[in-house]
């Protein structure tokens, strides 16, 4: 049973900064992508930030609204995914969830490309 685990959410003022992680339990092989998605009260879920390794390559895609803020990175060898958040605004508020897909075949663009999720984890940024 694969498990994603998110953590690092927190309040904080805007501004300031939150690192986020996700370990994957119970999955010792690689995967094609992986990445963080975000969703707000009465909005959809949208991506934040991805990795892919398609055709050996490591590739990473932001969405517009937190490039040059956010960056995303990777620990293999302890299956950990990060997200550090810097310059928070308010709009970035939402629960963030971790996601991945194991299969090596198909997008990693929408919510239903990815088969394996977190629980999530709450970001708050007050103004």
């Known amino acids: 049973q694969v498990h994603l685990v998110e953590s690092g959410g927190g309040s904080v003022q805007a501004g300031g900064s939150l690192r986020l992680s996700c370990v994957i339990s119970h999955y010792t092989g690689g995967r094609y992508c992986w990445g963080w998605f975000r969703q707000a009260p009465g909005k959809e879920r949208e991506r934040v930030s991805i990795?892919?390794?398609?055709?050996?390559?490591?590739?990473?895609k932001y969405a517009d609204s937190v490039k040059g803020r956010f960056t995303i990175s990777q620990d293999n060898a302890i299956n950990t995914l990060y997200l550090q958040m810097n310059s928070l605004r308010p709009e970035d508020t939402a629960m963030y969830y971790c996601?991945?897909?194991?299969?090596?075949?198909?997008?990693?663009?929408?919510?239903?490309?990815?088969?394996?999720w977190g629980q999530g984890t709450q970001v708050t940024v007050s103004s």
């Open positions: 996601a991945a897909r194991f299969e090596w075949t198909g997008g990693c663009n929408v919510p239903s490309d990815f088969g394996y």
């Open positions: 990795i892919d390794f398609f055709a050996g390559s490591t590739n990473t």
